[in-house]
């Protein structure tokens, strides 16, 4: 995959803070004219394609946006976008190019599979992941050596999600059942995702599936959740590998209500989907949203979690800018803080603004595409997340819930 040797030299060039034109990692800043390397692993075919295509698209964007306002103090960033077709094993040799090609910070994986086998490796190498669309829980503590975490995420942990689920499954507002199935894609964000909802809900768990979506029937796993009667089914999935067993189950005699996993509302509803329950992240649009899409004039509707891998790499950037150091352990010292606090507000397009309230010794607060992107401790978000469902043929949005809702654990 990638040399050891390699690997010595991006670390000895990290530690030293020096420039180091080999490896393309430039140490303390200071406009040299050699390219800040950074790197995107992202499934660029296969059934998550849409959605990689569409993240691609916006890590260009996020660099030519910093190139724009004239580079990381300077340097210009220069972005390596490589496929890893949504497999762990693929995204960790892709990963090796990248190491090859000095990066000090890249944005993926996409399915949590990735993040979780890249997050050791990344963080071996002292080089920034910050993933768009990863929310495994296990995630939150992934990616740690030498006091720093080398991996975050701008999208928040599952377990935020499985207490929006586990809302509408107990709440008297919605189902409240007193039994749920609960199924789940066979990878470890459906595992991951399963697990923290166990924990969350009061109902009874009477079947736990796994299915896998390349199955040419899914009559066995129907039979499998439904085989104790549940009161309801939670379903944990992404877009792109969810209709296989839905169109299955509106084909059967099975008649229950479902809690779909966010990002599968978009796009045209199934007739089936008639009273469906959604946890969404918050949608929102903000003025950064339509910003980011007014640069993209040749995508209409951005796929889920793409306006995330544009924050991402604009992150990572602000980061070195704001540590004068252009380096995976700068960012990972850095990153949090320029997402959130109290400096000042900068957004989509803003580099600009950063150089200069850096170089007048001023912070930070980013602003993000995907929203505030205020990191915790564990270098992700806390999303507000809506409780939506199909009335009629469209979505409907029942109820916010902010941010404090989750730190509250979900009593309030």
Known sequence: ???DSRRGVLKKCIAAGSLGLSSGCLGTLGGSGDTVQFGAVLPLSGALAPLGQHGKRMVEQAASDVNAAGGIGGNDVEVTI???????????????????????????????????ALAPEAASDEIMEVSPASTAPQLSTAGQANGRKFFGRTVPSDGTQALVMAKVVDDSLYI????????????????????????????????????????ESFDDTLAEVFQNDPDAVTFTSVSGQERGILDAYSQSEY????VLSAGMFGGDLPSYFEGFYSASLSSARTQAYFELVRRLPDIDQPKAYSVN??????????????????SGPAIAETIQSVSGGSGHTVSVGDFGRVRSLTDAGRSVNYQGASGGVDLTADLEPLSSYLIEQVNNGSVESLELLQPQFFESGGNQ
């Open 1 to 3: 995959m990638y040399s």
């Open 309 to 326: 891998a544009y924050d991402a790499l604009f992150l990572m950037a602000c980061a070195a800018e704001q540590a004068g150091e252009a």
């Open 176 to 215: 409240d059942a007193d039994s749920v199935a609960l199924l789940s894609l066979d990878n470890s964000f459906g595992a991951g995702l399963a697990e923290a909802q166990r924990e969350a809900l009061d109902a009874e768990v009477v079947a736990d599936v796994r299915y896998d979506p390349s199955s």
């Open 82 to 116: 490589l496929d890893t077709e949504a497999n762990a094993e693929t995204a960790v040799e892709q990963y090796g190019t990248l190491v090859d090609r000095g990066v000090i910070g890249f944005v993926g994986g996409l399915v949590s599979d990735a993040s979780l």
């Open 255 to 258: 008649d229950v209500p479902w």
